[in-house]
């Protein structure tokens, strides 16, 4: 039995293919229009999982949506009748999208893919509680999940045995701690649902000034983790901004504007606003575990992709261990409502399988004839390596300091490059962050980068017990891996801290001693795996840097095309392509580079 899901029309649209309960196939829209976010029907997502299983549309017994459009308006039209006549413009604006696509998103389906059979619908955070549950390793857990908003939910808590999953607390719109972190997302200048990881990433360098003002201004926040947002001081009930004036006067001025100076105000907001969200988290959970009884946790929504909150989570709270859905936010709930709708809909049980998300290659791979195809065609220069070779080759690459892009397998589904579609460096260089941030990723000096590491070598260097397959997890480094700081290092303020080597591994070691980290096992990948040992012999430091195969504003590389057009518009060094290694420096003059760079290039 084939099961297509479909998510769209919000932000990050995606398809998935499962078939008999298995997960072949899972993408994102982005992948393919090279529009980062793309909210719009997934035509070629959806083509590309029906490739992938070998079957025409009309061979799919049932095709879910990710979640109810008529009950979703319902909240639209509520929303803007209660607190009419504001919002009118904003309503209006919407209205025909809604008419036109949105609340008839059946004969949509039927109009964009020429499907005749049965069409099903899930709630929101059903396909979230799904995704987050049936391809964890649990035989049952507690689920917690958290976004801005689905029909009307924002946060529930629930359980999951074999083949169910059950919400049992919900808190509804407007109240949403997505969306208060998405509010200060706005306001210190970064964009709504794709710069909030910006704002985690910002946090260390700030202090928590701001908590009790937040705590006492703008959340409510009970004992069991339950909360009221002030509406006062927000404007996403009826417009496009999420802050108002109020907002503005309550943190002394008006939003940072976005590529502007970043200031210390911007940096204490980010640490407070992360106490708090932290704080609300951890409080749901243990109401979790104490309704449940469960000695396990699985999160999903686009709050689950917080892994800083995942990492405290996973050290301090109640549950023995934690999975997260590597496609947490609206993207993952394509896989969520196709799973709900086979595990649930249809009573059909789950594999024992424990690995069902299989790392998350998911997405398109390229055979090595059609990368020499293009290579050829493309008139570029290369060299292949035999296979026994690659990894002993590019791992001495990488040792000499050079920066290299990875490109192997089946894509990623999910926001974080897993060593498919990767860049990657040595964790020991103390330049390695900076140039990688300013001359390869275009983008913020500030922004960390993870690290790979072999899994059973983990431990080693990073206080966490456990698996992190996904890079979903922020695990602080093993003291013995810090450096001894000077008293002027111990003194460094705001960015002045990035300057500051903390540890053997400086260019993935974050300025609070943390990294975000991605265990990486044999099983799941075995010539990554290979690499990232041949690197242990040879220095005997067993992660690299790996950080997503893209610059700022675009999404991750899909193609050998998009791949090498990245490579020669940045300074990356080298590019591995399936067995094929290129050099810059024997590559052509790229016409476009210096324009290119010019207009990503940061102060």
Not at 234 to 262: H, S, W, Y
Not at 337 to 360: C, N, V, Y
Not at 528 to 555: A, D, M, W
């Amino acid at each position: 039995m084939d099961i297509l899901g479909i998510s769209a029309f919000y932000h990050d649209s995606a398809a998935c293919l499962v078939r008999d309960g298995e997960i072949l196939a899972a993408a994102q829209l982005e992948r393919f229009t090279r529009k980062k976010h793309d909210p719009r029907f997934p035509d070629e997502a959806i083509a590309y999982c029906l490739e992938e299983g070998g079957i025409g549309v009309n061979d799919c017994d049932y095709v879910v949506f990710y979640d109810k459009p008529f009950v979703k308006f319902e909240r639209l039209l509520m929303t803007y009748l209660s607190f009419a006549p504001k919002g009118l413009a904003s309503f209006i604006t919407q209205m025909p999208f809604w008419l036109k696509e949105k609340l008839f998103t059946r004969n949509t389906i039927r109009r964009r893919l020429g499907y005749t059979g049965e069409i099903l619908f899930t709630a929101h955070h059903q396909a979230h509680a799904a995704a987050a549950f049936f391809p964890s390793p649990f035989q049952e857990a507690a689920i917690v999940t958290l976004d801005g908003v689905g029909e009307w939910a924002t946060t529930t808590y629930g359980f999951g045995r074999d083949n169910r999953v059950e919400i049992l607390k919900q808190i509804n719109f407007p109240h949403s701690l997505g969306l208060l972190y998405s509010a200060f997302t706005y306001f210190t200048g970064f964009r709504v649902n794709s710069g909030e990881y910006k704002l985690m990433g910002l946090a260390p360098y700030g202090e928590p000034k701001y908590v009790d003002l937040i705590r006492r201004e703008l959340i409510d926040i009970k004992d069991d983790g339950s909360y009221r947002l002030n509406l006062d001081y927000f404007d996403f009930c009826v417009g496009a901004r999420m802050t108002n004036g109020r907002f503005a006067d309550l943190f002394g001025g008006p939003p940072r504007q976005p590529e502007t100076k970043i200031t210390q105000r911007e940096m204490d907001m980010a640490r407070s606003i992360q106490v708090v969200t932290e704080e609300v988290i951890l409080r749901i959970a243990q109401t979790a575990h104490r309704e449940t009884g469960a000695k396990h946790l699985a999160i999903a929504g686009g709050v689950g992709l917080n892994c800083v909150a995942n990492g405290r989570l996973l050290r301090e709270g109640p549950f023995e261990d934690v999975w997260i859905q590597p496609s947490s936010g609206d993207a993952g709930n394509a896989l969520g409502a196709a799973l709900f709708a086979w595990h649930q809909m249809l009573e059909r049980p789950r594999r024992p399988d424990t690995r069902r998300q299989k790392g998350s290659y998911l997405g398109p791979a390229f055979s090595e004839e059609s990368i020499q195809s293009f290579l050829d065609e493309e008139k570029v220069r290369y060299e292949r390596v035999a296979p026994e070779a690659l990894c002993e080759r590019v791992s001495d690459l990488i040792v000499e300091g050079n920066v290299v892009g990875w490109f192997q397998g089946r894509m990623e589904f999910g926001p974080r490059a897993l060593g498919s579609r990767s860049i990657l460096g040595d964790p020991r260089s103390r330049e390695m962050q900076s140039v990688l941030n300013l001359k390869i990723k275009f983008r913020e000096s500030f922004r960390p980068f993870a690290p790979s590491v072999l899994a059973e070598h983990a431990s080693e260097y990073f206080e966490l017990d456990g698996e992190s397959p996904y890079m979903l997890l922020v695990a602080p480094v093993q003291a013995g891996r810090l450096r001894e700081l000077t008293a002027e290092e111990r003194e460094a303020a705001g960015f002045g801290k990035l300057r500051v080597a903390r540890s053997e591994v400086p260019a993935i070691t974050h300025v609070d001693n943390s990294a975000r980290i991605q265990t990486v096992h044999k099983r799941d990948n075995p010539l990554y795996h290979e690499l990232i040992e041949r690197f242990r012999q040879k220095t005997g430091c067993p992660l690299v840097i790996n950080t997503s195969f893209n610059v700022r504003g675009e999404p991750i590389v899909c193609t050998p095309h998009e791949a090498y057009v990245c490579f020669m518009r940045t300074h990356m060094d080298y590019l591995v392509l399936g067995p094929f290694l290129l050099d810059k420096r024997q590559q052509p003059p790229w016409p476009e580079t210096d324009e290119w760079r010019q207009e990503y290039e940061l102060d």
